[in-house]
């Protein structure tokens, strides 16, 4: 049976399974699809196909209004609405990352632990984005978003000393 670390690809066997492909295949599911408001508007009874990118701001008032959402609801949908707009725009870089990395030849388990670190960053990141509702705890964010920025600019940063032969 295999272990945890050795599913995630950064396992003690000599040489790690190349997990490139399923953290860009996760990553991009999660941006583009999971962390999308979407299913909060249907369990609302909110979801309008016809203008999903302003429907919040069409008719969250008039749902809060008419007591079908609460006014906390409709702050949590919009932070929501937020935090999905950071994971598209966050995506391409990640995805650079791992691409350079792979290009430039850095070792499996070192691509694979930056590709677990930067998915748990960012699921943090939108559930922390989501859910916070206080200073304190909205303050974790940045944190959250600056780590996993490092996490892409590190590689980036390790492939093209490899492209430039200096590692």
């Known amino acids: 049976m295999s272990s945890l670390a050795s599913i995630l690809g950064f396992g003690s066997s000599s040489e790690p399974r190349d997990m490139v492909a399923t953290y860009l295949i996760v990553n991009a599911l999660w941006s583009h699809t999971l962390s999308s408001t ?18 919040l701001d069409k008719f969250g008032p008039r749902a809060v209004l008419e007591g079908k959402i609460t006014q906390a609801q409709l702050d949590m949908l919009k932070r929501n609405e937020a935090a999905h707009a950071n994971s598209m725009e966050h995506f391409p ?18 691509i694979n632990s930056a590709g677990f670190a930067y998915t748990v960053l960012r699921v943090a990141f939108v559930g922390n984005y989501v ?5 304190g705890w909205a303050a974790l964010r940045p ?11 590190r590689l980036i940063w390790r492939a093209g000393k490899m492209f430039n032969g200096v590692a």
């Open 38 to 55: 979407r299913a909060l508007k249907m369990l609302y009874k909110m979801d309008n196909h016809v203008s999903p990118r302003t429907d």
């Open 93 to 110: 870089i990640f995805a650079t990352a791992l691409i350079l990395a792979k290009l430039a030849g850095l070792p499996a388990a070192d």
């Open 131 to 135: 859910l916070s509702i206080t200073m």
């Open 143 to 153: 944190v959250f978003w600056w780590a996993s920025n490092i996490v892409c600019f």
